[in-house]
Nanobody
């Protein structure tokens, strides 16, 4: 599965952005990770195709919302009340088959990765 992410940009603190990631095929799990300069890649949000399992990192819970359009094989990340510490390259990731929820936060669980889209939040 190939992934194409879009929607990044420059925004002021408190603003909003919406990221999109279109997949070339069906995936059961689709999620988002991010990597800030000088830091390791970290989990942001993910969900399963049926929506039964939706997970967020503590740092974005209540501000970010992940959603999917299964007909379009597309996952979205609505980011509200952005903070300077949200500045990072955001990567979408997909896994074609199911996995137990305990592993959905692990980057190693994903088969495919998008190219990344840069989000910059100014203070």
């Amino acid at each position: 599965v190939q992934l194409q992410a879009s929607g990044g940009g420059l925004v002021q603190a408190g603003g909003s952005l919406r990221l999109s990631c279109a997949a070339s095929g069906r995936s059961d799990i689709m999620g988002w990770f991010r990597q800030a300069p000088g830091k390791e890649r970290e989990f942001v949000a993910t969900n399963s195709r049926g929506g039964g399992n939706t997970l967020y990192s503590d740092s974005v819970k209540g501000r970010f919302t992940i959603s999917r359009d299964n007909a379009k094989n597309t996952v979205y990340l609505q980011m509200n009340n952005l903070k300077p510490e949200d500045t990072a390259v955001y990567y979408c990731a997909a896994r074609t088959c199911r996995i137990i929820v305990q592993f959905m936060r692990d980057a190693d669980s994903y088969d495919s990765w998008g190219q990344g889209t840069l989000v910059t939040v100014s203070s």
